[in-house]
């Protein structure tokens, strides 16, 4: 069964540096997401992306964060400068109609 | 703003029993969808519920959506050990980009 796939599965990085989480959404599909998951806490939305351009953004998604979809398979996020508060559970996800998202396991990202 | 919340926010049950999982939000819909996440693990897709629908089943789970009162509930009859985990509703807007909404979640334990 096609499933979005996430790597890494656990990033630590200092503060202050660059990270890119990278995202294989499914093949057929159209819609790419970002969410992202403050241990202990709710799914939070960042970013939708569509024909090759954000859709959407939510607050927390500032000039510290930047999507791409480099090519045909990838979707990446990147996070500039990190904070202690970007440590968290990032997800991406996709779908094909808008309706229906399909997960993938997330990254872990611990700042330090 | 738009918001799913859940409750109970933990719900403990023996196995066998039926556990019922209840969804809040505020604004009008598209769909309501469930999710379900094992602890430090990805967000599975259990079942989308659209807005002119009531209710729906998928083999244990059975979905209702009230959208008069802006709620949904969650039923998973004959529990298992391994239905512990946590569970979310998402929603999406009506006219939104298709971005999901998730709730705080509820934490079901089902003990053996």
């Known amino acids: 069964e096609p499933e979005v796939t996430q790597t890494p599965s656990h990033q630590v990085t200092q503060m202050g540096q660059e990270v890119i989480l990278r995202c294989v959404p499914i093949s057929n599909h159209l819609y790419f997401y970002w969410y992202r998951q403050i241990l202990g806490q709710k799914v939070e939305f960042l970013v939708s992306f569509y024909n090759n351009e954000i859709s959407e953004k939510s607050e927390i998604f500032d000039d510290q964060f930047s999507v791409e979809r480099p090519d045909g398979s990838n979707f990446t996020l990147k996070i500039r400068s990190t904070k202690l508060e970007d440590s968290a559970m990032y997800f991406c996800?996709?779908?094909?109609?808008?309706?229906?998202?399909?997960f993938g396991q997330g990254t872990r990202l611990t700042v330090v | 703003s738009q918001q799913g919340e859940e409750d109970p926010q933990a719900l403990s049950i023996q196995e066998g029993e039926n556990a019922t999982m209840n969804c809040s939000y505020k604004?009008?819909?598209?769909?309501l969808q469930w999710y379900r996440q094992n602890s430090g693990r990805g967000l599975v897709h259990l079942i989308l519920i659209r807005s002119n629908e009531r209710e729906k089943h998928s083999g244990r789970l059975r979905v209702t959506l009230d959208t008069s009162k802006k709620s949904s509930s969650l039923l998973i009859t004959a529990s298992r050990a391994a239905d512990t985990a946590s569970y979310f509703c998402a929603t999406d807007a009506l006219g939104g980009a298709q971005k999901l909404v998730f709730g705080q979640g509820t934490r079901l334990t089902i003990n053996p």
């Open positions: 604004t009008s819909i598209n769909n």
């Open positions: 996800a996709s779908n094909s109609n808008g309706w229906e998202a399909f």
